[in-house]
């Protein structure tokens, strides 16, 4: 604007240079006006439990796969007791017949001993089992390679042997992928609700500043700012409070797995004998690059969230 | 420019405000707008702002008919209109030097792209040493000159002023008019709402007067 003129309406001395703000220019929005605090909070809370679910979720599905990669190298083959000259007859047959199955790497009779230990926890110590009718148990290797054909197999053995059966653990197998299952469908729900409500917070919280700011959205109309700068006013706070909260939640998340997965080192709870939490809930790379995630989502859907209701908000104002 | 025509008026189901106002405004001109308080000046500088909507009649602004206007555009047409409002609207949190800013900082400018600039304007109103105090240490006429600068400096074709001698002592006024007859020399079209008749009288110019809710325009 050229209008160094005789209009001019003080006779100051020429403008002293711009002081250099520092920090910029102050923003549109002030950000105490942003309920910061209570909804950093909010966001650390809900992005804690999102963690903790994926965390979970990873390591019971971690584990289920590992058990059930366990079961199924694994067949057995029961004989029921019988005569003693006909039962060692009967279980030379069925390990040889074992052993000319592809896809068998190996086969083991379990001696009275070993079997012995295997009913210990039910039938305590010290017993001597010929005066019992104990199943002898063959134990399969498989080749994980080459999956052997068991239907053939124990079609041929219970044609030649009527007292034998093979148990490939399938249903227990499949019983435990049911149970993984379901608890991957309910941390799914649970992460549903934790973006649910996370969602409701900000937008609350988005409308709460806009009223409060309803004289600077009005000023920023009024010079003829568009909605979407608003929004974008309002956004950069919440994207803050996002993402601080957000990683709150995720490092304490994260820092609790790995309390667990430590704590054995220094002697907490690593005890084999007695399985606890120890001993299985490792989330694994997957689970904490999920929890990462988890944090980078949560500071994107609360950022998108507060625009979203700017934008909703203006468009009732006008 | 603006083009107003049987534009009626009314808040809610309260009695029509404005009625009939039918007139236009030309590129460069100069006018003022008067009437008793309460005769509904605001009214009509809302409608040319795009702040209220007519409850009848038609109005036009640079060729666009206001009602077929959507939000963006809306936000496009008033950066082509200065405002400066009776109550000066200021952010209080923000410096004179970062209020007077706000119309450019809007369109997305970088702050040492228009740092002399609002320094100019800001010292032509006579605000060079208050540049870096918040609004509420301002005195009235102060603010007033601050809420013109935000008005001008975005250049605007038009440029509405609500009583922007309400604020100010005489002296001030009179100071305050020779800015804004300066301005529409330089090609800006004005129109000062004013119930001042002295001021009226120290500059020759159109006047629109609203009686009764009617608009008497004399030439
Ligand atoms: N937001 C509003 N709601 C209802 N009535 C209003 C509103 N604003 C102004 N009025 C009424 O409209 C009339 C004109 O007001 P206004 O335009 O402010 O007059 P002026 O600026 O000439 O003093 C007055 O009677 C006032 O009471
Ligand atoms: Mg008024």
């Known amino acids: ?318 | 420019m603006v083009r107003f025509e049987n534009v009626g008026l009314r808040y809610g189901m309260g009695p029509e405000v404005l009625k009939d106002v039918t007139f236009g405004i030309e590129p460069n001109s100069f006018q003022f707008l008067t009437g008793p308080s309460g005769a509904g000046k605001t009214t009509l500088m809302r409608l040319l702002f795009l702040s209220l909507r007519p409850t009848r009649g038609l109005i036009t602004l640079f060729g666009r008919d206001v009602s077929s206007l959507d939000p963006d555009e809306v936000a496009v047409i008033r950066r082509r209109i200065g405002i400066v409002f009776q109550d000066f609207r200021l952010l209080d949190h923000l410096t004179t030097y970062e209020n007077v800013s706000l119309p450019l900082r809007i369109l997305g400018k970088e702050e040492p792209s228009y740092r002399g600039e609002v320094s100019e304007i800001l010292h032509w109103v006579g605000l060079g040493d208050r540049m870096h105090v918040l609004p509420p240490v301002l005195s009235g006429g102060e603010k007033q000159r601050a809420a013109i600068a935000r008005a001008l400096i975005g250049r605007p074709e038009f440029l509405l002023a609500d009583e922007p001698t309400g604020n100010v002592d005489p002296t001030l006024a009179r100071r305050l008019l020779r800015l804004f007859v300066e301005l529409n020399k330089s090609g800006t079209s004005v129109l000062l709402a004013t119930h001042d008749i002295a001021l009226m009288d120290q500059f020759d110019a159109r006047r629109l007067v609203i009686a009764d809710g009617r608009l008497y325009v004399y030439d």
């Open chain 1, 1 to 318: 604007m050229s209008m160094i003129d005789p209009a001019r309406l003080d006779a100051d001395p020429p403008a002293r240079p711009r002081r250099a703000g520092p920090r910029g220019l102050t923003p549109i929005v002030p950000r105490a006006t942003v309920a910061g605090r209570a909804l950093v909070a909010v966001v650390a809370i809900m992005t804690f439990l999102a963690g903790l679910t994926i965390g979970s979720v990873m390591a019971v599905r971690a584990t289920a796969q590992a058990w059930r990669s366990d079961v199924a190298r694994e067949v057995t083959i029961q004989i029921r007791a019988g005569d003693p000259a006909a039962v060692a007859a009967q279980v030379k047959l069925a390990s040889e017949l074992a052993a000319q199955t592809p896809g068998i790497s190996a086969a083991n009779v379990l001696t009275e001993d070993e079997t012995a230990r295997l009913l210990e926890p039910w039938l305590g110590t010290g017993l001597d089992l010929s005066s019992l009718p104990v199943p002898r148990i063959i134990v399969l290797r498989l080749d994980p390679a080459a999956a052997p054909d068991l239907t053939r197999l124990r079609r041929t053995l219970t044609d030649r042997i009527p007292t034998a059966t093979l148990d490939d653990h399938r249903g227990w197998s499949r019983r435990l992928g049911a149970v993984a299952e379901g608890v991957v469908v309910t941390g799914l729900g649970l992460l549903l609700l934790v973006a649910t409500a996370t969602i409701l917070s900000v937008v609350f919280a988005t409308r709460a500043a806009v009223a409060t700011n309803r004289t600077v959205v009005e000023v920023l109309h009024f010079v003829g700012a568009r909605d979407g700068f608003i929004a974008a006013q309002f956004q950069r706070h919440f994207l803050r409070v996002g993402a601080e909260g957000g990683a709150i939640g995720g490092a304490a998340a994260a820092a609790l797995f790995l309390a667990v997965a430590l704590l054995p080192r220094f002697g907490v709870g690593g005890d084999p004998e007695a399985p606890s939490v120890f001993t299985w809930l490792h989330p694994g790379p997957w689970g904490f690059a999920g929890i990462a995630a988890a944090v980078v989502l949560m500071a994107c859907v609360t950022a998108l969230t507060s625009r979203l209701t700017v934008y909703r908000t203006l468009r009732a104002i006008t």
